[in-house]
């Protein structure tokens, strides 16, 4: 069965400083989509990011960057000179290709705290 | 603003009581998924509608069900409430049916406490 990983369940840095939130997924299927969410405390959950399996690129939003490498299943989400409102849960989530329902699965969350 | 919207935000109730969730999707979003959200559980998919007929299915109980309307509003039935069942209940939407890949847009939750 697919499954999500986030080793780090609580992480607190200071503001300005780099942190890299973990994400490991496992899956049999060659086609798979990834996402991350955000959750802040306000509670609702907010879209990040999406990358299908055969795109292996890295990417680059802002302070925000995702390093995606299939050889080790790792998807894991930089967030550049930190700031408080960043402050928030973040989910990673995996989504296989024909998938009824059964194989949509988020990963436990890491909560990220930045201290002012 | 995802332009997802929820009601009622909060919700307390007792066990062995019936409760509906509405969701309003985004404009022009054809698909609504629920989701039930509590601390020994995490994030769990229940459901997923599209277009007004059900598509995807997850970790839904027997106690609980859902539709969709012509309008695409949606509604989930939650019955004979137990005290696990406790938790945030997230509703999201996208354009298209295809579970997959699509991104999903969440509401901001309705808050469920049974006493």
């Known amino acids: 069965a697919q499954?999500?990983?986030?080793?780090?369940?609580?992480?607190?840095?200071?503001?300005?400083?780099d942190v890299t939130l973990d994400c490991v997924y496992e899956t049999r299927d060659t086609t798979y989509y990834l996402f991350w969410y955000k959750q802040p405390p306000s509670g609702e959950l907010v879209f990040l990011i999406r990358r299908n399996s055969f795109d292996e690129q890295n990417e680059i939003s802002g302070r925000y960057s995702w390093n995606f490498q299939k050889?080790?299943?790792?998807?894991?989400?930089?967030?550049?000179?930190?700031?408080?409102?960043?402050?928030?849960?973040?989910?990673?989530a995996l989504s296989e290709a024909d998938n009824y329902g059964q194989n949509f699965v988020f990963g436990p969350g890491t909560r990220l705290s930045v201290l002012p | 603003d995802s332009g997802v919207t929820q009601t009622p935000k909060h919700l307390i109730t007792a066990t062995g009581q019936r409760v509906t969730l509405r969701c309003s999707p985004r404009s022009g979003d054809l698909s609504v998924y629920w989701y039930q959200q509590s601390l020994d559980q995490g994030l769990q998919f229940l459901i997923q509608y599209y277009n007004g007929e059900e598509r995807a299915k997850g970790n839904i109980l027997e106690r609980f069900s859902a539709q969709q309307f012509?309008?695409?509003?949606?509604?989930?039935?939650?019955?004979?409430?137990?005290?696990?069942?406790?938790?945030?209940?997230?509703?999201?939407?996208?354009?298209?049916?295809?579970?997959?890949?699509?991104?999903?847009?969440?509401?901001?939750?309705?808050?469920?406490?049974?006493?």
């Not at chain 1, 499954?3 to 400083?17: H, L, M, P």
């Not at chain 2, 012509?70 to 039935?77: F, I, R, V, Y």
């Not at chain 2, 999201?92 to 808050?111: C, D, L, P």
Request: aromatic share 10%; proline share 1%.
């Open chain 1, 71 to 92: 050889s080790t299943s790792s998807f894991n989400f930089t967030i550049t000179a930190s700031q408080v409102v960043d402050s928030a849960v973040y989910f990673c």
């Open chain 1, 3 to 17: 499954k999500v990983t986030q080793a780090q369940t609580e992480i607190s840095v200071v503001e300005k400083e």
């Open chain 2, 70 to 115: 012509p309008d695409l509003h949606s509604e989930l039935n939650l019955s004979s409430l137990e005290l696990g069942d406790s938790a945030l209940y997230f509703c999201a939407s996208s354009v298209e049916g295809e579970f997959a890949k699509n991104i999903q847009y969440f509401g901001a939750g309705t808050r469920l406490s049974v006493l």
